[in-house]
């Protein structure tokens, strides 16, 4: 693995410059591919309404695409589209040998059953990972015991884009997960559930904290690797982290700021300048989780191609 820009002089874990890394990665994979086979992975992205926030993140994926050398389609489709054309759509792109990965980008607009259009992507091409069927696989794997490693670069199934790049964050950074207390806020499907397991296969004791949880700062306290991912501003204070602590923070929120030019800023759900003199290492928002979320999804689109040629896991 080539060593990346992982940290500044300071312990911010810098997710840009690890992104960008892998980014070089999956590029120099795409080129060998394409010499080896001829094939260009391809991944079609589906965007409903106009939220400035969704067009934004599409924007950044279609870019990223180009960038490493894989095809991307986009489909736009207004937000009074009706359910069925969505999954219309989904359906024909399931069916199209060009299409490695299918992205439905999230939020969907309230008339639409956001699970029912992501049910009808095939597993195999569900880069995004939130497919039920991937999530099965995930929380089904059991390399304990055996000779086999837990690799996410060669899963034969696709894991959520952003619980992997917190995978990466916190092993590319020098962290090692297996024997540690681990604390996931938050027990979302596309984020909460799929770290939890990730970081379970990596041989971490973990803990998942939620509404219910009584004395969530102690049980806080507790972790060496803590994973924010509730979507609340700023709701983990320095006194909930355990001195020396890994914090990776996923929460993207926007609070209004009028001293900024856009009239808000990004915070994450870590109160990163309190957290910051606790913790060992700390992501920031933005530039921490953010990037890895579409170098993830660009590798999972990769290993995707690479499955189809083989009929196996991609190697
Ligand atoms: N189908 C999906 N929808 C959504 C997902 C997802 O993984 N799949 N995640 C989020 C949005 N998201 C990707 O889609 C995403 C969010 C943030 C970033 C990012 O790099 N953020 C930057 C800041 C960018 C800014 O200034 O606005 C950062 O954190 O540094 C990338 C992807 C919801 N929907």
């Given at each position: 693995?080539?060593?990346?820009?992982?940290?500044?002089?300071?312990n911010?874990?810098?997710?840009?410059?690890?992104?960008?890394?892998?980014?070089?990665?999956?590029?120099?994979?795409?080129?060998?591919?394409?010499?080896?086979?001829?094939?260009?992975?391809?991944?079609?992205?589906?965007?409903?309404?106009?939220?400035?926030?969704?067009?934004?993140?599409?924007?950044?994926?279609?870019?990223?695409?180009?960038?490493?050398?894989?095809?991307?389609?986009?489909?736009?489709?207004?937000?009074?589209?009706?359910?069925?054309?969505?999954?219309?759509?989904?359906a024909?792109?399931?069916?199209?040998?060009?299409?490695?990965?299918?992205?439905?980008q999230?939020?969907?607009?309230?008339?639409?059953?956001?699970?029912?259009?992501?049910?009808?992507?095939?597993?195999?091409?569900?880069?995004?990972?939130?497919?039920?069927?991937?999530?099965?696989?995930?929380?089904?794997?059991?390399?304990?015991?055996?000779?086999?490693?837990?690799?996410?670069?060669?899963?034969?199934?696709?894991?959520?884009?952003t619980?992997?790049?917190?995978?990466?964050?916190?092993?590319?950074?020098?962290?090692?997960?297996?024997?540690?207390?681990?604390?996931?806020?938050?027990?979302?499907?596309?984020?909460g559930?799929?770290?939890?397991?990730?970081?379970?296969?990596?041989?971490?004791?973990?803990?998942?904290?939620?509404?219910?949880?009584?004395?969530?700062?102690?049980?806080?306290?507790?972790?060496?690797?803590?994973?924010?991912?509730?979507?609340?501003?700023?709701?983990?204070?320095?006194?909930?982290?355990?001195?020396?602590?890994?914090?990776?923070d996923?929460?993207?929120?926007?609070?209004?700021?009028?001293t900024s030019?856009?009239?808000?800023?990004?915070?994450?759900?870590?109160?990163?300048?309190?957290?910051?003199?606790?913790?060992?290492k700390?992501?920031?928002?933005?530039?921490?989780?953010?990037?890895?979320?579409?170098?993830?999804?660009?590798?999972?689109?990769?290993?995707?191609?690479?499955?189809?040629?083989?009929?196996?896991?991609?190697?």
């Amino acid at each position: 693995m080539a060593t990346p820009s992982s940290s500044s002089a300071d312990n911010i874990i810098d997710g840009k410059a690890i992104a960008e890394t892998i980014r070089g990665e999956i590029k120099e994979e795409c080129a060998a591919l394409l010499q080896s086979s001829g094939v260009t992975p391809g991944l079609a992205v589906v965007l409903v309404g106009n939220r400035t926030d969704s067009a934004t993140y599409v924007r950044m994926k279609i870019k990223a695409c180009e960038e490493v050398g894989i095809h991307s389609f986009k489909f736009d489709f207004p937000s009074d589209v009706t359910e069925a054309d969505l999954i219309a759509k989904v359906a024909e792109l399931n069916a199209d040998p060009a299409v490695h990965g299918i992205l439905v980008q999230l939020p969907l607009p309230g008339h639409i059953h956001e699970q029912k259009v992501l049910d009808t992507i095939l597993p195999d091409k569900d880069v995004d990972g939130l497919h039920p069927l991937n999530l099965a696989q995930l929380a089904h794997t059991n390399t304990h015991g055996s000779s086999r490693k837990f690799d996410l670069k060669t899963l034969p199934y696709h894991a959520a884009c952003t619980p992997q790049g917190c995978i990466e964050l916190i092993e590319r950074s020098g962290t090692v997960i297996e024997g540690k207390e681990a604390v996931v806020i938050g027990r979302s499907n596309i984020v909460g559930i799929p770290v939890f397991l990730l970081l379970m296969q990596k041989n971490a004791t973990v803990t998942v904290i939620h509404s219910r949880t009584k004395d969530a700062s102690a049980v806080c306290k507790r972790a060496d690797i803590v994973v924010a991912a509730v979507g609340r501003a700023e709701m983990v204070k320095p006194d909930w982290i355990k001195p020396g602590a890994v914090v990776i923070d996923v929460g993207i929120n926007s609070v209004d700021d009028p001293t900024s030019k856009k009239g808000y800023r990004l915070v994450g759900d870590v109160d990163f300048a309190g957290c910051k003199a606790v913790a060992g290492k700390i992501t920031p928002v933005p530039g921490g989780v953010g990037p890895m979320t579409i170098a993830m999804l660009l590798r999972n689109t990769l290993q995707g191609a690479k499955r189809g040629l083989s009929g196996g896991n991609g190697n």
